[in-house]
């Protein structure tokens, strides 16, 4: 086993990601370690947003990672493997997850897990990877401002015990991370488009304030996103240069 081989637990940590970048600072940390908290005072979202959890209610940690076989045009594959590991776990308890590009995880329309993968990169290769998790699971209510959120336990109407659940999603991510490390990429990538959310299917959206129909026809190793718009022409956007429209 990779992701889980050292398990580090903290009752509460500013942010597990933090935690984790300080580590390697110091000195290097078998790979997989996983540093979990029970509540964060600073978690870390996507592009410097927060991510709101409520202490001892959900999974929330980072895995220390040095996937050197990947090179740094392609690290975006990590995100679809870490992204097919949780829908893998959350698998087990409800039906299909979709994976909404570039970093969270739907349940019914609602995002259930959101990923904040932080890469060093050295040369053209990857020199080590923080990989950030949160997973809501028995949290009933967010604050009023996060209107798009769902947890585990809203779905199911159950309590969940997080150990429990935190060792099934380690087990997950670990053959996902063994995949992309020794196995075919290319099933991956085919696999995350088959999860992706509105993949092929014709949404509104928007770019520098303008709204257009597109369709989501493909995401690259990079993490660059493919539309086709209204009139055959393919438009590629890196993250938020795309907004999800209703």
């Not at 000195?27 to 978690?43: L, M, S, Y």
């Not at 709101?52 to 996937?67: C, K, V």
């Not at 590009?101 to 990877?129: C, Q, T, V």
């Not at 020794?182 to 099933?187: F, K, S, V």
Request: hydrophobic share 35%.
């Amino acid at each position: 086993m990779i992701i889980g081989s050292d398990i580090l637990y903290f009752d509460s940590l500013a942010s597990t990601n933090v935690t984790a970048a300080q580590m390697l600072t110091e000195q290097k940390p078998e790979e997989g370690t996983v540093i979990r908290a029970g509540f964060q005072t600073a978690g870390k979202g996507q592009k410097g947003n927060s991510w709101e959890s409520a202490e001892d209610m959900n999974l929330l940690f980072s895995i220390i990672l040095y996937p050197s076989s990947l090179q740094a045009d392609e690290q975006f594959l990590l995100s679809m493997a870490i992204s097919l590991g949780i829908c893998d776990f959350l698998e087990n308890h409800l039906p299909r997850p979709d994976i909404k590009w570039p970093n969270d995880i739907y349940a019914g329309g609602k995002k259930i897990a959101g990923i904040l993968i932080e890469n060093s990169i050295l040369g053209e290769m990857i020199e080590y990877s923080v990989v950030g998790t949160g997973i809501n699971i028995n949290q009933k209510k967010f604050s009023p401002g996060i209107s798009g959120a769902v947890s585990l336990g809203i779905i199911t109407g159950k309590e969940y015990d997080t150990g429990s659940l935190f060792r099934q999603v380690l087990h997950f991510l670990d053959l996902r991370y063994k995949q992309l490390l020794y196995g075919d990429r290319d099933a991956i990538r085919e696999e995350y488009f088959s999860n992706l959310y509105r993949a092929g299917e014709w949404h509104n959206y928007s770019s520098d304030g303008v709204v257009f129909r597109g369709a989501i026809r493909g995401v690259s190793p990079s993490g660059i996103l493919t539309v086709e718009k209204e009139g055959n022409e393919y438009c590629e956007f890196s993250f938020r240069e795309i907004q999800y429209l209703h």
